[in-house]
C-alpha cells in the first residue's frame, strides 16, 4: 500500500526534501512534526524509506459500508494507527501506550506534539503528555521535521488538491537520555516538549504561538459565532427601524389626509354661510 499510494504522490506533487540522511536506516525513532495539513501524514510516508506509524481516530477504522471499509484499509496502508479517542485522558494514554509499542519493536513513530492542525498556518504550543512521555518511556531519539506548505495544497472547503510542491525539512535527532525516567516529572516534560518545538520552528520558520492550537481553535470558534449573532442582531435592528419609518410614513400619510379632509368641509361650511348672506341681503333690498 505505501508503494501504492506513495509513488503516485511522489509523482502527482514532487516534494522536495532536506535531511533524508537523519532519519536511521534501522531501529525506533520519534519523527515529531508540525500539523499543517491532513495531507501530511501521507506525504511524509511517501519520501521514506521506512515504515511510519501515526496515531488516527478510531472512526476511521469502524465505519460501515463500503466507503468505512475502503477508508479504513487506505488508513491502514499508510500506517494509521486506530485509537479510542473517546475520553480526553483515555485517548492520550491510549495513544502513549500505541507509540511504546511501535518503538519497542523498533519502528519509527509518527507524532504532532501540538495536537491538532494549526488553524492558522502558525506553529503553536506543544502538549507535553504524548511526545514527551514516549520518548523518555523508550529512551528513542527524537527527530524534529517540518511540513512546508502542505496546507496551500487543499485548503479548508476545497474539494479538488492543487497540484503544487510540499516540502519537508528533517532535522537532526535530539537526544533526550539525560532524563530518562523522569518521564513523570511535568517540568521535565515541558523542557523536553520546547525543546523539541524550538527545533521544529527553526527548520519550519514559522511564526511561533505560546498557546494551545485547541484553545486558538475555541477562540476562533466562539469569536466566528460571536459575528454571526451580532449580524443577525444588525439585520434584526434593520428591519425594525425599517418597518417602524414605514409604520411613521403612513400614520403621516392618514393625518396629512385628515387634515385635507377638514379643510374641505370648513372651505364648503364657509361658502354656504356667504351663499345665506347674500341671500339675506337680497331679501331686504326688495322688501318694500
Known sequence: MKVTIGGPLKLAFRPWVEGLENVPAEGAAILASNH?????????????????????????????????????????????????????????????????????????????????????????RGKPGGLARVALATGAPVIPVAMIDTEKIQPPGKVMPKLMRPGIRIGKPLDFSRYQGMEHDRFVLRAVTDEVMYEIMNLSGQEYVDMYATAMKRQLTEAAKAEKEAEKAAKAALARAEKEQAEREQAGGQQAGGQQAGGQQATKEQAEKQKQAEQQAEQRRTEP
Do not use: C, H, N, W
Open 36 to 124: 499543517l495539513s491532513f495531507s501530511d501524514s501521507f506525504f511524509l510516508p511517501a519520501v521514506l524509506d521506512r515504515k511510519v506509524t501515526f496515531i488516527a481516530k478510531a472512526e476511521y477504522f469502524t465505519t460501515p459500508g463500503v466507503k468505512g471499509r475502503m477508508t479504513a484499509a487506505f488508513f491502514k496502508g499508510v500506517g494509521q494507527l486506530p485509537v479510542d479517542r473517546s475520553g480526553a485522558r483515555g485517548a492520550g494514554e491510549a495513544a502513549i501506550k500505541s507509540g511504546i509499542e511501535v518503538l519497542e519493536r523498533g519502528e519509527l513513530f509518527g507524532i504532532y506534539p501540538e495536537g491538532t492542525r494549526s488553524p492558522d498556518g502558525r506553529l503553536y
